[in-house]
């Protein structure tokens, strides 16, 4: 049985991670003057590599973090760490700036951004990575497994729509609605963020 305050934190953390309304102006930016058949082949891509690369590592991430003798419980407070840090550069806008730097430093040399920067590593960045190994093994078992390949392909459709209604929501909220709403998922991934670290310690036995 799907436990449904899991699905619902998974999806809120893959959410806030991949911020599909943080994305939508660097969207419009590398897609500017393509027409919106162009613009909808653009953002299939994206969402079809990321959904590959998402799952690749959903499936055999914990599989590598054994070979390689990483436990889950360290992964976890890693993990924590990186979901804190980007969660602080979405709150100082830090990270807006840099997907900015990373749109305008590759517009000359690709006319196709749907591979590079967008799927990578504007959505399936080490952010996101991280989460689907963390929310994989938060649940062990194919249940577990489900529930996120499942959220992940939810979020990425999110994703997609958000793509499609680039243009029309970068107008309705504007600079600085785009601006609240990032600080807004900021601060809930910092709370989410620090969730995950005091579970590792508590697998660690550090935390009754």
Known sequence: MIDTA??????????????????????????????PKQRRAIAIRATLVSAGILAAFAVFGEALLGFIGISMAAFKIAGGILLLLTALDMLFERRSKRREDT?????????????????IPLIAGPGSIATVILLVGATPGYTGLGVSLAVMLLVLVVTFIFFQAASPLE??????????????????????????????????????
């Open 171 to 208: 107008r309705m909220l504007g600079k600085t609605g785009i601006n609240v709403v990032s600080r807004l998922l900021g601060m809930l991934l910092a709370a989410l963020a620090v969730q995950f670290m005091l579970n590792g310690l508590k697998d660690f036995g550090l935390l009754g």
């Open 103 to 119: 749109a305008d430093d590759e517009d000359e040399d690709f006319d196709d951004p749907s591979v590079f920067p967008l799927a």
């Open 6 to 35: 899991f699905f619902i934190t998974s999806f809120v953390t893959l959410f806030v991670i991949i911020d599909p309304i943080g994305l939508t102006p660097m969207f419009v930016a590398l897609t500017q003057g393509m027409s």
